[in-house]
Nanobody, 120 residues
Framework: QVQLVESGGGLVQPGGSLRLSCAAS????????MGWYRQAPGKQRELVAT???????NFADSVKGRFTLSRDNAKNTVYLQMNSLKPEDTAVYYC??????????????WGQGTQVTVSS
């Protein structure tokens, strides 16, 4: 089993910044990609950003130029830096990881979610 522990959510004013962290622990052989998804009330969960073990990133169009994603492979931790936040960024943010337990056994894990609220 693998646990994803998220931190860094909260309330911020429009134009402000927040940094989310997600640390993976447990039975990990290696982690392929890690990333963040979000779900606003009444909406489906959507991709925010992902990063591979090699550092290649992918961002939703709505956050490009405002959010950055980095990863510390030694700590199995990913960081989402969110700048120029907008009210429409308000959502529960979920960490996601594609984990290999061995060379052949692979599973996807989700964190418990952390609330981000952008409001004046």
């Amino acid at each position: 089993q693998v646990q994803l522990v998220e931190s860094g959510g909260g309330l911020v004013q429009p134009g402000g910044s927040l940094r989310l962290s997600c640390a993976a622990s447990g039975s990990i052989f290696r982690i392929n990609y890690m990333g963040w998804y979000r779900q606003a009330p009444g909406k489906q969960r959507e991709l925010v950003a992902t990063i591979t073990s090699g550092g290649s990133t992918n961002f939703a169009d709505s956050v490009k130029g405002r959010f950055t994603l980095s990863r510390d492979n030694a700590k199995n931790t990913v960081y989402l830096q969110m700048n120029s936040l907008k009210p429409e960024d308000t959502a529960v943010y979920y960490c996601n990881a594609d984990v290999y337990h061995s060379t052949k056994r692979r599973e996807t894990y989700w964190g418990q979610g952390t609330q981000v609220t952008v409001s004046s």
